[in-house]
Structure formats: C-alpha cells, structure tokens
C-alpha cells in the first residue's frame, strides 16, 4: 500500500471515529456536570448517563435561546456502572478522591477521562485513581479549560452561560482530539489548542482573583469595583502572573492589568463557584486554586505572600464548613 493510500485510511478512520456512538459518563451533578451532560443529550450522538447522588428524570437548561427539558439516564450507585468509552469528571477537585469507586467500575483500557475542573496538575490528580497501569492512567486523562459559566438553580436544573464563542479549551494532542470531536453536533464546543498550558494559567489567574475574593466578602463580583479591593486584586495577580511563567505559561508584560479589566467588565452579579459555597457552608476548592499557586511557586522559589494570606483564611473557613458538614452528615459521600 502506497503513502496516499495509507494516508487516506487514516483520514478515514478518524473520521469514522469522530462519527461513532459513544458511551458516555458524565460525574457530578453542580453547574458543570448538568451543563455537560444536557449539552451531549441535547446532541443525541451519544448514550449519555449521569452518575449522581440522588435520581434525576431529566435536566432543565436554561440558555440565551432559551429554556428546555432534556431527558437523562442517572445511576446513584457505582454498582449500577459499566465500562464507558468517555468518563467526564465534573467535580470540584477537592471531591476528586471520592469518585474512586465510579472510576473502578467505568474505566476500562480504552477509556478516557476528562478533567472538566478548575486548576492546574489534573493528570497528577485523577490518573492514580484509574484501575489502569500508571503510564495507560496518565495517558487516558485529558485535562480541560471550562470557560462556561454554569450556576445550578435547582437539583434538576441550571443556567448556563456563555463566555465567548469557546466552552472548553484541550490540549492540542490525540485525546483533546478525541474530546473536541465528541462534542461535535452538541450544545458544546471543545477546542484543541498547542498553548495549553497558557490558557490553564490565565484560567487559573481569574479564579486567583473572582474566588478568594467573592468567598472572603460574602459578596458577588461588584465587589472587585472597591478601589482598595482593585488593589489587593493586583496583587494577587503580579504573584500568580510570576508563578505560571516559572511553569511555561508565555504570558504579555501587562498580563495582570488586562486580566483585572476582564474581570471588571463581567457583570457585577456574576457569583463565583467558592462564592456560592461559601454562602452554604460548604468546602472551598481552595487548594487547587490558591493552595496550587502558593506550593507551585515554593517548589519554584516564587514568593507569593499575598496568596498565602489569603490560603490560610480560606482554609480556615473550608475546614470549618467541612467540620460542621460531616457532624451532620456523617459518612456522607462528597462525589457526584
């Protein structure tokens, strides 16, 4: 077989596989996972099914083309599960470690497992809980940027909103490939892109500034428009900014100021995720947020002692909520 000919059943295979149905798990059922799942439902290219704590007939989505109903299976048990061909892991990273049991039952070779959650270092933190030989694990993980903004209304029902014309950003590799091409004909967009790395730390930069902040304050993003807080915003960026360029993020000189305009120009209303958390007691995702930023940059010899003030206070009112919580649900599973 000639190089044409072999280049052409390659063309031909991918683009059979970008057609093929796929089994697809979606873990979690906050703002993401509900979003994720609706959108790949609404395409009706795949069998999708909701791994959650309690049953859910069907999801309401509210859009800017407006409001709907879509139907989804759920599964509350690991038990229930079987092997999928897409595991998409829309938990707060901090709950990670407790969907090791869905993980065992939906993974198999073959599988793959995006990281739809916030931070840097997914790879490290999902791969060791795959039931799969550690190098086959690290390389069924795709990490992946969620520029959506999704705030769960209901158990059964979220508001998504758009941010721009791109949903999710994957690395520009064979599996975010694979995952941008399962969204295709859905709600959902999943762009590769050969910076990754950059766009998970300017991702990382917004959640460095809106979070903190917003949880610290009990208030929604106006509160970034106090002359002081505008500040303390900057310098929290200047460490950050510092940080992700000692990881390889290619960032512009004036990186910070154009991040605190980006984030002053959304609207005031918007809450944040460690916000809403916050207002119900419940654990902050502060370590893969803040908590990344101050260990990456002691690994590296970056001071950010802006982000540590922060890190403490923010640890101290996630452990409280944590503490409160087990006392009155003890036993209670924290994933999906």
Not at 44 to 66: F, K, N, T
Not at 190 to 206: E, G, H, S, V, Y
């Amino acid at each position: 077989m000639n190089a044409d000919l072999i280049d052409a059943t390659l063309v031909d295979a991918t683009a059979a596989a970008s057609l093929a149905r796929q089994r697809v798990a979606v873990i979690g059922a906050g703002g993401v996972g509900l979003s994720v799942a609706a959108c790949l439902a609404l395409g009706a290219r795949h069998d999708v099914v909701l791994c959650a704590r309690a049953p859910i007939e069907d999801i309401g989505i509210d859009a800017a083309e407006g409001s709907r109903r879509v139907p989804v299976r759920t599964l509350t048990d690991p038990a229930q599960a079987t092997a999928v061909d897409w595991v998409l892991l829309c938990t707060k990273a901090q709950d990670t470690a407790s969907v090791a049991p869905w993980l065992a039952r939906l993974c198999a070779p073959g599988t793959r497992v995006a990281a739809l959650q916030n931070g840097v270092g997914h790879v490290e933190r999902v791969a060791p809980l795959l039931p799969l030989a550690p190098r086959a694990a690290a390389a069924a993980v795709v990490p992946a940027v969620v520029y959506f903004n999704a705030e769960r209304l209901a158990r059964d029902r979220v508001r998504f909103g758009e941010a721009g014309d791109r949903h999710l950003s994957v690395p520009d590799d064979e599996g975010g490939r694979a995952l941008s091409r399962l969204f295709e004909g859905s709600r959902m967009n999943a762009r590769p892109n050969a910076d990754f790395i950059t766009l998970q730390w300017r991702k990382m930069l917004l959640n460095a500034v809106a979070n903190p902040i917003t949880a610290l304050t009990r208030q929604r993003m106006a509160v970034l428009h106090h002359s002081d807080v505008r500040a303390l915003c900057m310098d929290v960026l200047d460490e950050a900014v510092a940080v992700g360029r000692a990881c390889g993020a290619r960032f512009a000189d004036d990186e910070a100021a154009n991040m605190l305009a980006t984030l002053l120009a959304l609207s005031p209303a918007f809450g944040t995720s460690m916000y809403a958390d916050c207002m119900h007691d419940r654990p902050l995702e502060v370590n893969a947020l803040t908590g990344a930023i101050v260990e990456t940059g002691a690994a590296l010899g970056v001071p950010t002692p802006v982000n540590r003030t922060l890190l403490a206070l923010l640890r101290a009112i996630s452990d409280a909520s944590a503490a409160a919580r087990e006392a009155s649900t003890p036993g209670q599973r924290a994933a999906a």
